[in-house]
């Protein structure tokens, strides 16, 4: 049984309040091994817009180390989502409200400018959120890239002691003092200029390696 909106609205208010210190708590607790983030670096400190490839089962330790770059980021308008919101706030994102079925193409053009002000110019997305399917990427990391003649990045997490939801994505709460490493993959350059079909297989091309990047993190352990 889901739960009722009164408890949701109780648990964002929650989060607001405490979500980002619990992320922050149990980040640094961990024993925690951080690979390819002199990429990700060197993108930012040469001024170049990166869009962060998160899968949406495997944000929480990407969360914890990308929330000092106060990420923009597009969430749900669904209650789910005002928790998720609240926490990601808490952390100093800038977050956007809208999905692919409600308020998505102004949450989107928001996120957008938003970008084209800052100096440093970086998103994350749960790239196989809302609702799935798992670790397949849908449209919107790809087309941000474009927008912004960017960069796609790809993200990785695992924690060796973590609690795993039961839904679609699976999401993993680290537990505290766990072994942990987080990947960030190589760069991956978005045409612009990419439209109908070309998109879909780039898109897919990009799915692919960013689904590998992940399931190879999760193979090592």
Wanted: net charge positive; proline share 5%.
């Amino acid at each position: 049984m889901g739960l009722s909106r009164n408890t949701k609205t109780r648990i964002s208010q929650i989060a607001l309040r405490i979500g980002g210190h619990l992320v922050r708590l149990i980040g640094k607790s961990l024993r925690l091994e951080v690979r390819g983030w002199t990429r990700l670096q060197a993108l930012l400190e040469s001024g170049k817009p990166v869009i962060l490839q998160i899968w949406h089962g495997d944000m929480f330790i990407v969360w914890y180390l990308i929330a000092p770059l106060q990420p923009a980021a597009i969430v749900s308008q669904a209650g789910d989502g005002d928790i998720a919101s609240a926490i990601l706030e808490g952390l100093n994102f800038k977050t956007f409200r809208g999905s692919s079925t409600r308020g998505g193409r102004k949450a989107y053009s928001g996120m957008i400018r938003y970008l084209r002000q800052r100096h440093i110019k970086v998103s994350a997305f749960a790239s196989d959120g809302p609702r799935g399917p798992q670790r397949v990427m849908k449209a919107g990391t790809f087309v941000a890239a474009q927008h912004l003649d960017g960069y796609i990045i790809p993200s990785a997490s695992y924690a060796k002691w973590s609690l795993r939801g039961r839904g679609w994505d699976k999401f993993a709460i680290p537990l505290p003092f766990s072994k942990a490493v987080a990947s960030f993959g190589e760069p991956i350059k978005v045409d612009p200029s990419l439209r109908g079909e070309a998109l879909s297989q780039a898109l897919r091309a990009a799915s692919e390696t960013c689904k590998k990047h992940q399931e190879d993190l999760d193979n090592s352990f």
